[in-house]
């Protein structure tokens, strides 16, 4: 590419470019913002206090053959953390999962400083879908609007503080599968420079 000019006159331009990377897997990258995202299977609360809350089942789903405890919404965040955070297992990358299974996906936020109007996407894994399909506000370590998308779960951020922060939200294994789960995409909106995105992770779901 070249470029000319006649007279003296200031001569502006601009470059765009896309590119796509080969590496497999692919790696978090991030500049003044960082995204690490972790998967956790959510045990069954055997406690007496889970009995207390009940077991149920989904017999209209032909995936969901298991039982599984029932739950408070993971956006108070006190009752909630307090039930979830203990019963937890982290999956590593090819870690399997069966049909019914209940995973927590938790995002861990690092901004060089505090940022405004930030927006996180993160891809469904195939064969997965939320766990609670509602949308709008919710206190998920940073208030957010969380939009549900046919491929993705969205985040709107205000705002987020310096330093570390996070999001989470519950997916349901359903279908059988090994997923490759695309990466994480977050940036500021009005900021560009400002954006992320985490590893690819890889996942098995499994019938038995």
């Not at 692919?26 to 003044?32: C, D, I, R, V, W």
């Not at 960082?34 to 889970?50: F, K, L, T, W």
């Not at 405890?69 to 399997?96: F, H, K, M, V, W």
Request: charged share 25%.
């Amino acid at each position: 590419m070249s470029l000319s000019r006649e007279g003296t006159q200031a001569l502006y331009y601009s470059l765009f470019a896309r590119y796509f990377s080969t590496e497999d897997p692919l790696p978090e990258s991030g500049t003044g913002l960082r995204v690490a995202r972790r998967y956790y299977r959510i045990q069954p609360d055997r406690s007496e206090r889970g009995r207390e809350r009940g077991e149920r089942s989904d017999s209209g789903n032909p995936f969901l053959k298991r039982h599984y405890t029932a739950i408070p919404s993971l956006y108070d965040p006190g009752e909630a953390a307090e039930l979830l955070l203990p019963n937890r297992e982290r999956l590593e990358p090819g870690a399997q999962l069966r049909p019914g299974d209940l995973v927590e996906v938790e995002f861990h936020i690092q901004a060089d400083h505090a940022l405004e109007y930030l927006l996180f996407e993160d891809i469904k894994p195939a064969t997965c879908d939320p766990d609670d399909t509602s949308s709008g506000w919710v206190w998920a370590g940073v208030w957010a609007y969380r939009e549900l998308r046919e491929q993705k779960i969205a985040f709107f951020a205000p705002q987020i503080p310096g330093g570390s922060s996070w999001l989470r939200y519950h997916l349901r294994a359903e279908g059988p599968g090994e997923l490759h789960v695309l990466p994480t995409l977050a940036y500021a909106m009005y900021s560009p420079e400002y954006r992320a995105n985490t590893a690819e992770m890889r996942l098995v779901i499994r019938d038995s």
